[in-house]
């Protein structure tokens, strides 16, 4: 590699989860979808991709590695962000370094991608969501793309789905367009993170042994068989849609709640109407619901959402810290760690919630009195070991560019990963 130089880029990309579910596409290759959703974007200090692009005319191939292990760029989604931002590079030049590369150059130079999810892969946290967006971001940034983040979320769209509202921080509407190209099918923001930043997130990542369907495939499925998708997309999610709109600009927790709950439970219910039935839900999933019913209904006005993608992970939103400190109590209640599990690997992110709660250690679990609304019924049953661990979070910001050259993931000299 001697004397060619090496371009770098970093930048970290939150995660997205749905309160107006996305499932259905009318276009599958350039992924169109059947209706309109809207996410809330989860804090990247708790939950987020960072991903270094370098740009060398020593690399002889695009290649990337994700969590330090290589990984294919052949795949058509890879290839149309690729050929999408490609199209879009303008002029860079770098004085300090001596570089300047021209609109033309982009085509010929190939790049070095290098990703890095701060939370388990596996877990089926929306890690595709921000890998990809977070992909588009930085190779826009790297190639001086000027479009805007919604030009920028049309593209990352055609990576997932769910990725292209990973480009605003705190709540997200995509819009599903009406063009046959795709180009009105983009994100825009509805509110900033700090808009409603009483909000509190807990996410419970559920053991889970079951292989699941994927978003895709399951989509696919839902869309060929589903009469109740076809209901829901034309009569259900518009109305949904400007009442979740409202509901966020007036911090009306009581309708967002009724709405985002509401709304998983259709979209479960469509994967249940689709033939053969996808289960993504498991009893760990619904035992989170009941108590989360339980709960709300025992109270003058509900005190937490939940939600659930395409897995059994149940993701809570709570209205303020006071209620999602009494949901910690209430779900360390029923879903104790194994003996011998630390609290500190327990519940992550933002521990300050735990401390709300009073708990320090599993001694303060094991003395957690029942929740009052199951007062004088059957003791509850404890379901020890079912939840792997849970995270604490809240709306969060969208993506950045990290100027700090040592949190880069690829080696400026070598042009490979750290
Ligand atoms: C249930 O975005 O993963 O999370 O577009 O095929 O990549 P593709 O699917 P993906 O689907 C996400 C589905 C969902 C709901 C949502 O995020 O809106």
Not at 95 to 107: F, M, P, R
Not at 283 to 298: A, F, G, L, Y
Not at 334 to 348: G, I, K, Q
Request: overall charge neutral; glycine content about 6%; charged content about 25%.
């Amino acid at each position: 590699m001697a004397g060619e130089w090496i371009l770098t880029l970093t930048a970290q990309t939150p995660t997205n989860i749905a309160v107006i579910k996305y499932w259905g596409k009318r276009d599958e290759s350039l992924i169109l979808p059947v209706n309109d959703s809207i996410s809330v974007t989860l804090d990247p200090g708790h939950l987020c991709t960072t991903t270094t692009v370098a740009v060398s005319p020593a690399f002889e191939q695009d290649r990337m590695w994700l969590n330090g292990k290589e990984i294919s760029l052949s795949g058509d989604r890879f290839q149309s962000c690729l050929r999408e931002i490609r199209a879009r590079a303008t002029d860079v030049e770098n004085k300090e370094k001596g570089i300047k590369i021209s609109k033309k150059d982009w085509e010929k130079l190939h790049l070095h991608i290098s990703s890095f999810n701060n939370f388990p892969t596996a877990a089926g946290l929306a890690s595709s969501a921000a890998g990809l967006a977070c992909l588009v971001f930085a190779l826009g940034k790297l190639m001086n793309v000027r479009e805007d983040h919604s030009q920028l979320s049309a593209i990352a769209r055609q990576g997932s789905g769910s990725a292209c509202r990973s480009l605003y921080g705190g709540f997200v509407k995509w819009i599903m367009g009406k063009e046959e190209n795709g180009s009105d099918s983009l994100a825009v923001q509805l509110a900033d993170e700090k808009h409603w930043d009483e909000l509190v997130i807990i996410i419970a990542v559920v053991s889970s042994r079951q292989k699941e369907t994927s978003s895709t495939s399951g989509m696919r499925e839902s869309v060929e068989t589903s009469l109740l998708l076809q209901h829901r997309a034309k009569e259900v999610v518009p109305k949904r849609i400007l009442k979740m709109e409202e509901a966020i600009q007036n911090r009306d927790f009581a309708s967002f709640a009724a709405l985002a709950c509401a709304d998983s439970n259709q979209f479960h219910a469509v994967c249940l109407d689709t033939s053969p039935p996808i289960f993504y839900m498991n009893d760990t999933s619904h035992r989170i619901i009941n108590c989360v019913e339980k709960w709300n209904r025992s109270e003058e006005a509900p005190q937490v959402a939940y939600t659930f993608d395409a897995g059994p992970n149940a993701v809570l939103i709570a209205r303020n810290r006071k209620a999602a400190s009494l949901l910690i109590q209430r779900l360390l209640y029923y879903f104790p760690p194994n003996p011998e599990t630390d609290m500190n690997s327990y519940v992550l992110g933002d521990k300050s919630i735990l401390k709300d709660a009073g708990i320090q250690g599993i001694d303060d679990v094991e003395a957690l009195p029942p929740p009052p609304e199951i007062k004088d019924k059957i003791p509850a049953q404890k379901n020890r070991g079912e939840v792997s661990y849970f995270i604490c979070t809240r709306p969060g910001r969208g993506p950045v560019v990290l100027s700090d050259e040592s949190q880069a993931l690829i080696d400026p000299k070598t042009g490979l990963p750290k």
